[in-house]
């Protein structure tokens, strides 16, 4: 098993009320431009009605969703993200939140007490999840 340090939250940049599956997502990931060999996140929350979290590429396997922290880190992606203009809005809904930190719960089990991060907390080029994770869920203590 790879040495897991970290949780980093990203959004799919699709627009809100949209909903995709981690199916879908890997279609997209492993066609161009991208041409990865799996989709780059490990999950995905869907934008369903409860919020169904999905399997993307298996933890066990490094990511691929944040420049230089792939390594050491799970990727997890809420679908959403964007306003229909396409800029950068937290859509995320309630059960989108609930399966969240539900899961988040659950890898901090399997992985021990993992900070959570967001994809804007390594980069300012991007607004990735368009919101600060730190301020939206001070209860997971990051
Ligand atoms: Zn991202």
Avoid at 51 to 65: D, L, N, Q, S, W
Avoid at 84 to 108: H, I
């Amino acid at each position: 098993m790879r040495d897991i340090k970290k949780i980093i939250l990203h959004c799919t940049a699709t627009r809100e009320g949209k909903d995709y599956s981690a199916d879908t997502i890997r279609k997209w990931h492993m066609s161009e431009p991208r041409m990865w060999s799996d989709i780059g996140y490990h999950f995905v929350i869907r934008n369903d009605e409860n919020g169904t979290i999905e399997r993307g590429r298996p933890v066990e396997k490094k990511g691929a969703h944040t420049l230089g922290e792939n390594s050491n880190s799970i990727g997890i992606a809420y679908v959403g993200g964007v306003d229909k203009d396409l800029k950068a809005k937290d859509t995320m809904t309630a059960c989108q939140e609930e399966s969240f930190l539900k899961l988040v719960e659950s890898l901090r089990i399997v992985f021990g007490d993992l900070p959570v991060f967001g994809h804007n907390d390594f980069t300012n080029k991007k607004e990735c999840p368009s919101f600060k994770v730190k301020k939206k869920f001070p209860q997971l203590g990051v």
